[in-house]
């Protein structure tokens, strides 16, 4: 049986992965009182296989009950009753932008703007994030991608199970993505950005990419990453971690980033794994 507990940020994308994950044959209930957990838990897995697969989201809105969140926690874990935690996470901008669209209140909105009402709301949910079994920053992900990553975490249909490997290129200037397990800086390398044909390209087109990869310092690199990569994933999986977020970084983001994220991602998905490659900051003004 899969019991996911489904919590994370405002904003973050929660209404969607419910909406997913109902689609792929789970029990979903929306806003439960954490303090119903236990009880819920009990009558599925003792329900002789009629609830299967189950997704609850607790989030904020529960106001003061969602207090209880965490000693439900501890009581589901005291009692044996599996579970997993989605933490569903966005950076602050990201979520004012969507706010702003939706025209929606924050849940914490009394008298506060609303940067102030999601900083008490990430000073509310950060303990949640340390222990969540999965974790997925939608801030850059679109709603394919987000749909993509749930399935493949949660979907018993998938016929290659194991890790899963998101692959993202960023800019250093732009900031370093939060959810990283690994970074790799591709600043040492000649920029094309001071090509003046190849500025305005991105890591994605041949011209920019056979640039990059012109030079032996690019190939010794490639060589020495993929041979890390290759080494580190199958320790990885065998420690349990079912996902892993490898960040490479250049100064923009736009050109030596995207190359060696998007070869990357191909040299891993020719090994058979199931991979997802984002290129966070390609499309940024320099």
Same mark, same amino acid.
């Given at each position: 049986?899969?019991?996911?507990?489904?919590?994370?940020?405002?904003?973050?994308?929660?209404?969607e992965a419910v909406n997913l994950?109902?689609?792929?044959?789970y029990y979903c209930i929306d806003?439960?009182?954490?303090?119903?957990?236990?009880?819920?838990?009990?009558?599925?897995?003792?329900?002789?296989?009629?609830?299967?697969?189950?997704?609850?989201?607790?989030?904020?809105? @529960?106001?003061? +009950?969602?207090?209880? #969140?965490?000693?439900?926690?501890?009581? /589901?874990?005291?009692?044996? &009753?599996?579970? $997993? !935690?989605?933490?569903?996470?966005?950076?602050?901008?990201?979520?004012?932008?969507?706010?702003?669209?939706?025209?929606?209140?924050?849940?914490?909105?009394?008298?506060?703007?609303?940067?102030?009402?999601?900083a008490k709301e990430r000073a509310?949910?950060?303990?949640?994030?340390?222990?969540?079994?999965?974790?997925?920053?939608?801030?850059?992900?679109?709603?394919?991608?987000?749909?993509?990553?749930?399935?493949?975490?949660?979907?018993?249909?998938?016929?290659?199970?194991?890790?899963?490997?998101?692959?993202?290129?960023?800019?250093?200037?732009? @900031?370093?993505? +939060?959810?990283?397990? #690994?970074?790799?800086?591709?600043?040492? /390398?000649?920029?094309?950005? &001071?090509?003046? $044909? !190849?500025?305005?390209?991105?890591?994605?087109?041949?011209?920019?990419?056979?640039?990059?990869?012109?030079?032996?310092?690019?190939?010794?690199?490639?060589?020495?990453?993929?041979?890390?990569?290759?080494?580190?994933?199958?320790?990885?999986?065998?420690?349990?971690?079912?996902?892993?977020?490898?960040?490479?970084?250049?100064?923009?983001?736009?050109?030596?980033?995207?190359?060696?994220?998007?070869?990357?991602?191909?040299?891993?998905?020719?090994?058979?794994?199931?991979?997802?490659?984002?290129?966070?900051?390609?499309?940024?003004?320099?």
């Amino acid at each position: 049986m899969r019991f996911i507990i489904v919590t994370g940020m405002s904003g973050a994308g929660k209404s969607e992965a419910v909406n997913l994950l109902e689609d792929i044959g789970y029990y979903c209930i929306d806003n439960m009182p954490p303090a119903f957990l236990l009880n819920f838990a009990e009558l599925c897995y003792n329900s002789f296989g009629k609830f299967d697969k189950v997704a609850i989201v607790c989030d904020i809105r @529960g106001g003061e +009950m969602f207090e209880h #969140l965490a000693e439900s926690l501890s009581e /589901l874990k005291h009692k044996g &009753y599996n579970y $997993e !935690l989605l933490f569903l996470d966005a950076k602050d901008e990201t979520l004012i932008k969507r706010y702003k669209e939706s025209r929606r209140k924050h849940p914490l909105s009394e008298d506060d703007r609303l940067p102030e009402s999601i900083a008490k709301e990430r000073a509310k949910m950060n303990a949640f994030k340390d222990i969540a079994t999965h974790i997925i920053d939608t801030s850059f992900t679109s709603r394919k991608e987000f749909q993509d990553k749930l399935a493949s975490l949660f979907s018993d249909s998938l016929e290659n199970k194991g890790i899963i490997i998101n692959v993202i290129s960023f800019g250093f200037k732009h @900031g370093i993505p +939060m959810d990283s397990d #690994l970074i790799f800086d591709v600043r040492f /390398l000649p920029n094309p950005f &001071y090509i003046p $044909e !190849l500025k305005q390209k991105s890591g994605l087109e041949r011209e920019v990419s056979e640039y990059v990869m012109s030079f032996s310092q690019s190939q010794d690199f490639q060589n020495k990453l993929f041979d890390m990569i290759d080494f580190l994933i199958p320790h990885y999986i065998e420690e349990g971690k079912s996902q892993i977020v490898i960040a490479i970084g250049c100064t923009g983001g736009k050109h030596r980033s995207v190359t060696f994220a998007h070869r990357l991602g191909e040299h891993l998905k020719d090994s058979n794994y199931r991979v997802f490659t984002t290129h966070r900051d390609y499309d940024k003004s320099s």
